[in-house]
T-cell receptor
Framework: DAGVIQSPRHEVTEMGQEVTLRCKPI?????LFWYRQTMMRGLELLIY????????DSGMPEDRFSAKMPNASFSTLKIQPSEPRDSAVYFC???????????????FGEGSRLTVL | GENVEQHPSTLSVQEGDSAVIKCTYS??????FPWYKQELGKGPQLIID?????GEKKDQRIAVTLNKTAKHFSLHITETQPEDSAVYFC?????????????FGAGTRLAVHP
């Protein structure tokens, strides 16, 4: 398997522009997570999905952030409008959860580095 | 909510020495504690994990210990090598919305000097 695939790897944009980050999870995984990594705040969980349904979006910082998972093989994280403080590395991760909802190994993508000028 | 504290934030050792990273968590219901290694420009990767029904787990040069009473767990790396240089994250699971999610510590940057 190719692992979790994220695009773009790097994005530089200007304040106010819309940003869309994309993720293809590992085939067969039923849970998908979006994390944000910054020096100040470390790895923050933004939102996660189970079987394409958003389970917990309490980590999404503001209404400017939205995430979708239209099918089992694709998810997007959108920021509109973007602000300089959104600059960070955004990671997508996937895992397989059993019926008991037990946590399992997270497989991370290589991240999307976002710079908002 | 769950809080995971990790220490130290940076650690520098000589090749061959041991390295220890410690974490504490706040939610007594947490039952899964993984450790991830992040190399430069890459995503974190699981290196070892432990569940609450055991106190220690080893895998070659790495080991993790768990003290549920004190709510802390540690990563031990013996005979360190330069390729162990990376950022290490601990995490603890919390139960939310019918599922477990992971809360990560702030990370420890380990430098192993030849």
């Amino acid at each position: 398997d190719a692992g979790v695939i994220q695009s773009p790897r790097h994005e530089v944009t200007e304040m106010g522009q819309e940003v869309t980050l994309r993720c293809k999870p590992i085939s067969g995984h039923n849970s998908l997570f979006w994390y944000r990594q910054t020096m100040m705040r470390g790895l923050e969980l933004l939102i996660y999905f189970n079987n394409n349904v958003p389970i917990d979006d309490s980590g999404m910082p503001e209404d400017r952030f939205s995430a979708k998972m239209p099918n089992a093989s694709f998810s997007t994280l959108k920021i509109q409008p973007s602000e300089p403080r959104d600059s960070a590395v955004y990671f997508c991760a996937s895992s397989f959860r059993g019926l008991a909802g037990e946590a399992g190994e997270l497989f991370f993508g290589e991240g999307s580095r976002l710079t908002v000028l | 909510g769950e809080n995971v504290e990790q220490h130290p934030s940076t650690l520098s050792v000589q090749e061959g020495d041991s390295a220890v990273i410690k974490c504490t968590y706040s939610d007594s219901a947490s039952n899964y504690f993984p450790w991830y290694k992040q190399e430069l420009g890459k995503g974190p990767q699981l290196i070892i994990d432990i569940r609450s029904n055991v106190g220690e787990k080893k895998d070659q040069r790495i080991a993790v210990t768990l003290n549920k009473t004190a709510k802390h767990f540690s990563l031990h790396i013996t005979e360190t090598q330069p390729e162990d240089s990376a950022v290490y994250f601990c995490a603890a699971s919390i139960f939310s919305g019918g599922y477990n999610k992971l809360i990560f510590g702030a990370g420890t940057r380990l430098a192993v000097h030849p």
